[in-house]
């Protein structure tokens, strides 16, 4: 089956590359599927770098700022997060007085000449497990200020910290966004999920860098501190194997301000966008959960509209970016999707052509892992995005690399979003390589359970798979899957072509070898928002 289409002639010199070999485009599609098998010469995972690694250590003095990060605020201004001063791990621990250091950020266009300097806010949060053998956490003290008044598209230097200790943190630089427009778009964007902070995580990132993005999107389970027992030690590919008798799903949090060093020289120079995973539920005895996550990011939750960090989204010159969470209530009866609706309601397309949504877990997955995991959720929101046009939908936590067809409700469509799982950052808990179509390996009732909501287990009405819970094939709306460790990069080229690349992490160092690459092409005239051919 092949969908009615109209080609711009545009596409017709954009989708070459420099081999003459054709890039395809969704306009080809529907795709027949093709399964890429784990390839038996490489690992399955890796052990995590230990804390006393060179890019997980402290370098820093006690005040001065580490763990620097950016986010997005709106389209003229940003978040600059960090911390000072020393975690504390014991039976015993008293928190940090946020008071005692100021939060500041001075900047301008012009190295070492700032024009501005902004003030924010700061707070300290503790992990405390009241049980014989575990350790207590005090974190140092977290900062975040929102400096404001940014042209577009302009490079801005800065430096945080104190100025009265003095204790600032060195010269660092960025480069703004472009303004919301139909006409501008960040010159790429990268999409990482499942990160962790493993020697595969490590080629992850170095592999990002390469690529040079102005924007990345993490798409839950970031540090996989819950893989430790809250005394450290080496952490676990599965805590509940390694640790059965552990009375709480300890944490260590340490690895939290690890991954926070880690990563900053990225995320010091690049906005990195956050949605939460289920690695950061991380409860506390006192039901209180996602602790660190809700301290350590700034998010533009208010800027959007929104009353949570669980939720909230952001421009980024002519792309709308929905980020949704599918750990808190996702009920159409529930704040988010009020909030959802709302915002979907105000969106102008002539100005932000592109709508673009990513939450952890993914609803279109065809490996047995997480299968039909969060089920729920696409039954109560999937028509909302549906009708509202929305592009693509990027997801994580299935340990592999998965890109579907147009689809919706289980239907090929041609306006429907292309689905994409990047849960292969590198984490400790190895790369997924059994599907649920494979001879004995569809999940049982008793696997998938979610860690939030219901469980709506669908055997599916119609196609080769009728009454059945798992396909005996590949499905029909998954085009492509592979068992690797990688990342993803979009190159939105204009109002209705993006350039969309997967990037595995053993062709790091190839030229020009990529793992998956397609243009996705949205047709207007044909998917309008509010009138679909089905």
């Not at 300097?117 to 707070?123: D, E, F, N, P, Y």
């Not at 660092?172 to 999409?191: G, N, Q, V, W």
């Not at 995320?267 to 350590?296: A, C, W």
């Amino acid at each position: 089956m092949k969908w009615m289409r109209s080609v711009p002639f545009l596409l017709i010199i954009g989708l070459i590359v420099a081999d003459d070999r054709p890039i395809p485009s969704t306009l080809d599609g529907p795709f027949l599927p093709v399964t890429r098998r784990f390839d038996p010469s490489l690992r399955r995972g890796s052990d995590d770098l230990p804390m006393d690694h060179p890019r997980l250590r402290k370098n820093v003095s006690y005040n001065f700022p580490e763990q620097i990060s950016l986010a997005i605020s709106t389209p003229t201004s940003m978040w600059v997060s960090w911390v000072t001063g020393d975690a504390q791990i014991g039976k015993n621990v008293t928190a940090l007085d946020p008071s005692s250091v100021a939060s500041e950020v001075w900047y301008g266009k012009k190295s070492r000449k700032y024009t501005s300097m902004r003030r924010g806010v700061s707070t300290v949060y503790s992990q405390l497990y009241p049980f014989e053998g575990l350790l207590n956490y005090t974190s140092g003290i977290v900062h975040h200020v929102r400096i404001d008044g940014l042209e577009p598209e302009t490079k801005y230097y800065y430096q945080c910290g104190d100025s009265s200790i003095p204790a600032l943190s060195k010269e660092h630089m960025f480069e703004t966004l472009p303004l919301p427009s139909k006409s501008s778009y960040p010159r790429k964007i990268a999409i990482v999920g499942d990160l962790g902070l493993t020697s595969n995580s490590t080629t992850t990132v170095d592999h990002l860098v390469e690529n040079d993005p102005s924007l990345i999107l993490m798409i839950g389970d970031l540090v996989y501190a819950n893989q430790y027992l809250t005394t450290g030690g080496k952490g676990a590919p599965c805590f509940s194997c390694a640790f059965p008798d552990a009375p709480i799903r300890e944490t260590y949090q340490p690895r939290w301000d690890a991954w926070g060093r880690f990563m900053e020289p990225v995320i010091s120079r690049v906005p990195m966008m956050v949605i939460e995973g289920n690695h950061e539920i991380e409860p506390q005895i006192s039901g209180v959960t996602f602790k660190s996550y809700l301290t350590r990011f700034a998010v533009p939750s208010a800027e959007s509209g929104s009353n949570s960090s669980f939720y909230y989204s952001f421009n980024a010159g002519g792309i709308h970016f929905l980020m949704l969470g599918a750990y808190t209530d996702y009920n159409a009866t529930g704040a988010q999707f009020a909030w959802l609706k709302e915002d979907l309601d105000k969106l102008d397309r002539t100005v932000t052509p592109w709508l673009v949504a990513a939450w952890h877990p993914p609803w279109y997955n065809s490996y047995s892992s997480h299968y039909q995991e969060f089920e729920c959720m696409r039954q109560e929101m999937e028509h909302l995005l549906y009708e509202h046009g929305v592009d693509i939908v990027f997801s994580g936590h299935v340990h592999a690399y998965e890109r579907m067809n147009r689809v919706y409700n289980y239907t090929l469509d041609p306006c429907g979003p292309v689905y994409i799982t990047v849960g292969d950052g590198g984490n400790i808990e190895k790369v997924d390589v059994d599907h649920a179509d494979d001879p004995g390996k569809c999940p049982s009732a008793r696997d998938n359970i979610p860690e939030f909501g219901g469980v709506c287990r669908l055997n599916y009405s119609s196609g080769p798979a009728e009454g059945k819970f798992c396909w005996n094939t590949q499905p029909e709306w998954s085009a492509f899957r592979e068992s690797s460790f990688g990342h993803g990069t979009l190159e939105v080229k204009n109002s209705t072509h993006a350039l969309w690349t997967w990037h595995r992490n053993q062709d790091v160092y190839k030229e020009e070898n990529h793992g998956d690459q397609i243009y996705i092409v949205r047709q207007p005239d044909l998917c309008l928002p509010t009138t679909k051919v089905t």
